[in-house]
């Protein structure tokens, strides 16, 4: 089926360093890909959805120039946390829309990122 | 995308069905009724969806009501490893369709 990766699984960095995180599909291509931002005991919150090859377009209230992403690649999409602080602590989860697949949507096991 | 209602939260007995609604009053027509479940620490995983008539897979069966205002998610024989959060999102299955979680509910499933 359907396998989407994320690396890292967790990362701890300290306040004001940046730290990059990758999303892979790995058995299909996808030119649509999702960030979500997950707080303990809280719902999913979608961050921005990137497009092969454009910018990505991203929800109000999230910094764009805080949370950059690429998707250079239909298998790649990064998301780049500048300047990280502790606010910034969370759970980071990827999800990749299959584009031959009537548009279903496949999540990665996500990225626990600690900000020091 | 149309929201939907779920309980905060319910338990069930390993090996006994476990039933979870969901209403979504305000669905339209073209929108489907998705299912998830989140582990904790880990992504969701896709469970199963359907439009209009009941669906079913290895995993679980989804009955959606005749006037599409709510549906229940059926899993037939819990385990313990079925203790998860579960979301039941609508949405269009178009290109600009996103997956928009609300709070879900919490199944807890007790030996």
């Known amino acids: 089926g359907a396998v989407v990766s994320q690396h890292p699984s967790w990362v701890i960095c300290k306040s004001g360093t940046s730290v990059k995180i990758e999303c892979r599909s790995l058995d299909f291509q996808a030119t649509t890909m999702f960030w979500y931002r997950q707080f303990p005991k809280q719902s999913l919150m979608l961050m921005a959805t990137s497009n092969e090859g454009s910018k990505a377009t991203y929800e109000q209230g999230v910094e764009k120039d805080k949370f950059l992403i690429n998707h250079a690649s239909l298998t790649l999409s990064t998301l780049t946390v500048t300047s990280a602080h502790p606010e910034d602590s969370s759970f980071y989860i990827c999800s990749a829309r299959d584009l031959y697949s009537s548009y279903e949507q496949y999540f990665g096991p996500g990225t626990r990122l600690t900000v020091t | ?111």
């Open chain 2, 1 to 111: 995308d149309a929201k939907t209602t779920q309980p905060p939260s319910m338990d069930c007995a390993e090996g006994r069905a476990a039933n979870l609604p969901c209403n979504h009053s305000t669905i339209s027509g073209n929108e489907y009724v998705y299912w998830y479940r989140q582990i904790h620490s880990q992504g969701p995983q896709y469970i199963i969806h359907g439009l209009k008539n009941n669906e079913t897979n290895e995993m679980a069966s989804l009955i959606i009501t005749e006037d599409r205002k709510s549906s229940t998610l059926i899993l037939p024989h819990a385990t313990l490893r079925d203790t998860a959060v579960y979301y039941c999102i609508v949405r269009t299955t178009g290109a600009n369709s996103k997956l928009t979680f609300g709070k879900g509910i919490t199944l807890s499933v007790r030996p």
